[in-house]
């Protein structure tokens, strides 16, 4: 007698015991986490002529500098850049004024250290060379794994020569 | 709806809007707007929705029969949500219970992404008004786990510009200026975002809850947007009430 309530009421509980995994939404995360992971620190050799004084890669630095991307940025993109990338979408750009104050911000964040007038204040004063901040740019882990800083080149958000233009523009005088 | 608490929580994001440098202050016309809808917070009516959705499931004493816990220990639940729950065997937010409830009820259940669902599953969180968050993450493996899972979400760096939440959500940045807006601090001590969402954005006129906010954050930040109700999305929502873990809960918020 005892047994056989015992086992039916375990039967009723199994029974009962709805799957909820169709019911309840609970979608899976889990890979798009994985594809969307970084890869592990980039160190990156400046390639040569990387550091110009060609007007128009400093301003095509300029534009990713400041601009978060071509949808969201105002006026005409400067010769040799897009905004949009090789898939016709909306091109990031650097967005580096969201953290960096430099000449000409609007509206420039203080997340990261200011950047005014760097080549004097940090180039000249032997703290730093341009290699630094190519390989600062690219990937700003190489020098602190726990930096708060975006990743740009181990990313592929840009290329090289975009990087480039970039660091051109931050060592330029202004 | 508890306007003294609003009031409260008013004074204390004006204050550190003032604080953040004038510099980033609100312009005129945003500051106008804020202070004419903390008088009248347009999600209030959003929430008087989801509690009509609420009666036809038979309302607060149904629910909290389905909880199994008596009508008067209803808030204190509420504020432990996202809770393991033996019957679902997974720890679920409050719109993932109502989802069960809804079936148990024969009803089909709301989307997660559905404004019912957000207007249904912010009523109930409100319900919890007054009341300190109480999640418990060491109430079981299950909870352990999520947390743990949610720590790690919180602290991958991922996406096209390789930042994690952390990058933007920790001690030394809190504060900080990220393109004039003040990084919040998301923790008991400071803005206790579990504790103020759902909320209603002025930025974009609507009603959203804390998971739908974080979707915000990886939109913005460029991280791969993760599903609403996903394990690791609840996880994540876990790791940030245990974050405002004894704040007093204060609902619908208002939010830039």
């Known amino acids: 007698m005892k047994k056989s309530l015992t086992l039916s009421l375990l039967l009723g509980v199994s029974l009962l015991a709805a799957d909820y995994s169709g019911v309840i939404e609970v ?7 994985e594809k969307d992971l970084l890869a592990p620190v980039g160190i990156y050799k400046m390639p040569k002529g990387c550091i110009t004084d060609d007007p128009k890669a400093i301003a095509r630095g300029s534009f990713m500098f400041h601009n978060l991307n071509g949808e969201n940025a105002k006026g005409e993109a400067p010769e040799g850049l897009k905004k949009v990338d090789a ?18 911000a609007i509206g420039g964040g203080n997340i990261g250290p200011d950047l005014t007038a760097y080549n004097d204040v940090y180039v000249k004063s032997g703290i730093r060379d341009h290699q630094f901040v190519y390989q600062k740019t690219a990937d700003p882990r190489v020098d602190n794994p726990n930096t708060n800083m975006t990743v740009n080149l181990t990313t592929k958000l840009f290329n090289e020569r975009e990087i480039c233009d970039i660091t051109s523009y931050i060592l330029s005088p202004k | 709806m508890k306007k003294g608490m609003q009031i409260v929580l008013c004074v ?15 312009s005129d016309a945003d500051r106008a707007m804020y202070e004419e809808l903390l008088e009248n917070n347009p999600a209030d009516m959003m929430l008087a929705e989801g509690s009509e959705f609420l009666d ?14 008596s009508e008067d220990a209803l808030p ?4 432990g949500f996202p809770r393991y729950i033996e019957k679902f065997k997974m720890v679920v937010s409050i719109d993932q219970m109502l989802q069960g ?13 559905s404004s019912e669902m957000f207007n249904m599953s912010s009523y109930v969180k409100a319900l919890a008004n007054d009341e300190e968050i109480n ?41 900080g200026i990220l393109r004039t807006q003040p990084l919040p601090d998301i923790s008991a001590k400071g803005n206790a975002s579990a504790a103020t969402w759902p909320a209603y954005r002025m930025t974009k006129s ?19 947007v993760i599903p609403l109700g996903s394990k690791e999305m609840t996880a994540l929502e876990v790791y940030f009430t245990d974050e405002a873990k004894g704040a007093t809960i204060a609902l619908p918020g208002l939010k830039r």
Not at chain 2, 56 to 69: D, I, R, T
Not at chain 2, 101 to 113: E, F, N, R, T, V
Not at chain 2, 206 to 224: E, H, S
């Open chain 2, 76 to 79: 204190s639940y509420i504020a």
């Open chain 2, 206 to 224: 609507a009603l959203a809850t804390l998971q739908k906010r974080f979707q915000g954050c990886m939109n913005n930040a460029l991280l791969a």
């Open chain 2, 56 to 69: 036809e499931l038979g309302g607060e004493s149904a629910l909290a029969k389905y909880l199994g816990v």
């Open chain 1, 87 to 104: 898939h016709g979408k909306n091109k990031q750009y650097g967005n580096c004024v969201a953290c960096h104050n430099i000449e000409g």
């Open chain 2, 135 to 175: 999640i418990d993450v060491n109430a079981n493996k299950h909870m352990k786990e999520a947390y743990a899972l949610g720590k790690v979400v919180f602290e991958t760096k991922r996406g096209a510009r390789g930042l994690s939440c952390l990058s933007c959500h920790n001690p030394s940045v809190i504060g």
């Open chain 2, 101 to 113: 409830m809804m079936h148990d009820s024969g009803q089909k259940p709301y989307a997660l992404k």
């Open chain 2, 12 to 26: 204390t994001l004006l204050s550190s809007l003032t604080f953040a440098s004038e510099q980033f202050a609100m």
């Open chain 1, 27 to 33: 979608p899976d995360a889990s890979k798009i986490i």
